[in-house]
């Protein structure tokens, strides 16, 4: 079974839903393979106008988006909690919104060299734990360099177009396959399960897709 997942790197439904296909995966019967495909929630410069300051919190950024700072912090609050009981944390006093093109071209890069889950899992943890401006160049290159990518090397990758198209590719991808909200998980291109589904219903759904498929073998 291939499992390809269109996420956002900010996005924490995405955090959460990584998280709980893996727990699912840990016993799951059969060969499973994950790809993440980039997806940008927001694809506009988060510092749209001089006057609005950059790198801006999450919660200024969202209060602005939804109209008021008390249904921003409701909402946030919300999804800190069901991340809290999956074992995942959540800072939103100290989170970053970010234009995640290039961290997603950091991905790209770090997939080449076959650490695609370690990137993903230590920009995730910077943002949503310690505050790191997943739109700064500089702390993408260091954290490449946490993983024991060169980190100069990262820093040039990052300063050249490289990766842009793979990352294009993806967006193009996710338009072509009606894909407007993540996580979106697209199995063996047959299947589409959208959304952080609570780990029985994504386990439920994966073994009926796995018994389908084992029908349609034997025909």
């Known amino acids: 079974m291939n499992i390809e997942i269109w996420y956002d790197l900010v996005c924490p439904w995405c955090y959460l839903g990584k998280r709980r296909l893996e727990s699912v995966l840990v016993d799951f019967a059969g060969e499973v393979s994950m790809t993440f495909r980039a997806y940008q929630l ?88 310690d505050g790191v401006d997943l739109g700064s160049t500089a702390e993408l290159a260091r954290l490449a360099g946490s993983i024991g990518l060169d980190e100069q090397a990262a820093l040039a990758y990052l300063a050249t177009p490289a990766g842009t198209d793979a990352v294009n590719a993806d967006l193009a991808e996710a338009r072509e396959l009606d894909i407007t909200s993540v996580p979106t998980f697209v199995i063996d291109r047959k299947y589409i399960i959208q959304g952080a589904q609570e780990p029985t219903a994504l386990r439920s759904a994966l073994e009926e897709i796995a018994r389908r498929e084992a029908v349609d073998a034997t025909r």
């Open 42 to 129: 927001d694809p506009s410069p988060v510092a749209a106008e001089a006057s609005v300051p950059a790198p801006l919190p999450v919660k200024q950024a969202m209060a602005a988006k939804v109209g008021s700072p008390e249904q921003a912090e409701q909402m946030l609050g919300h999804v800190t909690a069901i991340a809290r009981g999956e074992g995942l944390a959540i800072d939103y006093d100290r989170a970053i919104a970010a234009n995640t093109f290039d961290a997603h071209r950091i991905v790209a890069w770090a997939a080449a060299q076959e650490l695609q889950l370690n990137m993903i899992e230590t920009l995730q943890r910077a943002h949503f734990v």
